[in-house]
Every structure is written in C-alpha cells, then in structure tokens.
C-alpha cells in the first residue's frame, strides 16, 4: 500500500491543522492506521493509532484531548485532527499503517506498522 501525507504548514500556538493520509494499492480496510511525529535530533514517536473497524483508538498522553484520529474507508483516508496546537507539536508528522487480521486491534509500537509515508511538516510558532 502506498500512502501519501498532507495538510501540514506553519501555524501559530493555540491554532489548528488536519492531517491527512491517501492509501492506494491494496485495500485500506485491512489495515489499522497510525500518526507518528519526529522532531529534529528525536526519535520517531507515536501520536495516535485507529483499528480497522474505528473501534480502537490510542493516543500519546502528550496529544490526549487535542488531536483527534479518524477514518473514512470509503476514501481510503485517515485523518489527524490537531487542536491547541503547541511549540512542541512542531515535527515531521508520518501515517503508517498495519496489517491485522483483527477489526479492532491497534498497536503503538512504529516496529510493527508496515509502510510509512513520506511525512508532512508541521510547524507550529510560539
């Protein structure tokens, strides 16, 4: 499956960006998604993790009630609502997404998605 990230730029604190991830190739339906960040001289980090069914959500404690992950199978597309964005949000965003043969299974750990995006910019100014 191929994805491919947009909707990233430079907002100012306090503001807001949706992200979004396009898979084509192979049936979206099967895969559960994720949203990972990486800042400059950082790891790459989970942010937000939705099933199959939509069932199952996770979210790093640092993004808890201001982002929002979802997903939309008719369109092959999933979506990171980003809310009270702050300095520390700034980071290449990355969708992942993970073969499962359960509806409404996720998994944080970035080992075990298997194929990535090339990643979005978000920048977010103080």
């Known amino acids: 499956v191929q994805l491919v990230e947009s909707g990233g730029g430079l907002v100012q604190a306090g503001g807001s960006l949706r992200l979004s991830c396009a898979a084509s190739?192979?049936?979206?339906?099967?895969?559960?998604m994720g949203w990972f960040r990486q800042a400059p001289g950082q790891e790459r980090e989970f942010v937000a993790a939705?099933?199959?069914?939509?069932?199952?959500?996770l979210y790093a404690d640092s993004v808890k009630g201001r982002f929002t992950i979802s997903r939309d199978n008719g369109k092959n597309t999933v979506y990171l609502q980003m809310n009270s964005l702050k300095p520390e949000d700034t980071a290449v965003y990355y969708c992942?997404?993970?073969?499962?043969?359960?509806?409404?299974?996720?998994?944080?750990?970035?080992?075990?998605?298997?194929?990535w995006g090339q990643g979005t910019q978000v920048t977010v100014s103080s």
């Open positions: 992942a997404a993970d073969f499962s043969y359960n509806l409404d299974f996720v998994v944080t750990t970035r080992r075990s998605y298997d194929y």
């Open positions: 190739g192979r049936t979206f339906a099967i895969y559960a």
């Open positions: 939705i099933s199959r069914s939509g069932g199952t959500i």
